[in-house]
């Protein structure tokens, strides 16, 4: 049975416990062999993502000719709060940076991080979050763009966030809730989506 490719995916992390060297990992495996990175992060988060990278350069080389795109979340948060059309915010900020890294990248693939749904949530803009990972969904149908989104638990602070959630949690391949306690009702949400779409996977 052949695997389905895994594009994209999302991480639930504790609240001060962002996974900058678990993202960083993500991007510099692409960029190792070839690939370029898009980020899309708070200014904070894109420093802690930059640091981790700068060490992982410093233990392995990588191709000159791809990059790295960074992009602040704050801007787009602006216009869509604004009111403007998704399909426009990101038009405007992130599909050039898409297109760019791709032409730098020498395999013709890239991988992107992303928080602007993450930004939505905590906004308690749900619709707009989840029309930005349909999106994400959509740009990782190419086979040439790995998406890898992180929230953080806080974007879903109770149970009345539990139909957000689970839509969030069925436009990505895979879930990873690294939430310390497994009891919690956002934990037991992931693993039981993600458990029980991998028993779907090996039926088909």
Same mark, same amino acid.
């Given at each position: 049975?052949?695997?389905?490719?895994?594009? =994209?995916?999302?991480?639930?992390?504790?609240?001060?416990?962002?996974?900058?060297?678990?993202?960083?990992?993500?991007?510099?495996?692409?960029?190792?062999?070839?690939e370029s990175a898009v980020?899309?992060?708070?200014?904070? =988060?894109?420093?802690?993502?930059?640091?981790? @990278?700068?060490?992982?350069?410093?233990?392995?080389?990588?191709?000159?000719?791809? !990059?790295?795109?960074?992009?602040?979340?704050?801007?787009?948060?602006?216009?869509?709060?604004?009111?403007?059309?998704? *399909?426009?915010?990101?038009?405007?900020?992130?599909?050039?940076?898409?297109?760019?890294? !791709?032409?730098h990248s020498s395999t013709? =693939?890239?991988?992107?991080?992303?928080?602007?749904?993450?930004?939505?949530?905590?906004?308690?803009?749900? *619709?707009?979050?989840?029309?930005? *990972?349909?999106?994400?969904?959509?740009?990782?149908?190419?086979? !040439?763009? !790995?998406?890898?989104?992180?929230?953080?638990?806080?974007?879903?602070?109770?149970?009345s966030f539990a139909r957000?959630?689970?839509?969030?949690?069925?436009? =990505?391949?895979?879930?990873?809730?690294?939430?310390?306690?497994?009891?919690?009702?956002?934990?037991?949400?992931?693993?039981?989506?993600?458990?029980?779409?991998?028993?779907?996977? @090996?039926?088909?």
């Amino acid at each position: 049975m052949k695997a389905l490719p895994q594009n =994209h995916d999302v991480c639930f992390y504790e609240v001060g416990r962002f996974p900058a060297s678990t993202i960083a990992s993500f991007l510099f495996e692409g960029l190792a062999t070839g690939e370029s990175a898009v980020v899309v992060a708070s200014t904070s =988060h894109a420093s802690l993502i930059r640091t981790e @990278l700068s060490k992982l350069r410093g233990t392995r080389a990588q191709p000159s000719k791809n !990059k790295t795109f960074f992009i602040d979340t704050s801007i787009m948060a602006d216009a869509l709060l604004a009111g403007e059309a998704v *399909e426009n915010v990101l038009e405007r900020n992130l599909t050039r940076s898409v297109q760019d890294a !791709k032409e730098h990248s020498s395999t013709g =693939h890239i991988r992107l991080y992303g928080e602007m749904s993450d930004v939505m949530m905590r906004l308690h803009k749900p *619709e707009i979050a989840i029309a930005l *990972e349909k999106f994400g969904a959509r740009t990782a149908a190419d086979g !040439k763009t !790995k998406i890898y989104c992180g929230y953080s638990r806080d974007a879903f602070p109770d149970a009345s966030f539990a139909r957000p959630f689970t839509r969030i949690c069925l436009l =990505h391949d895979q879930i990873y809730a690294q939430l310390s306690d497994h009891m919690d009702w956002r934990f037991r949400m992931a693993e039981g989506i993600q458990r029980a779409r991998s028993e779907a996977r @090996l039926k088909d």
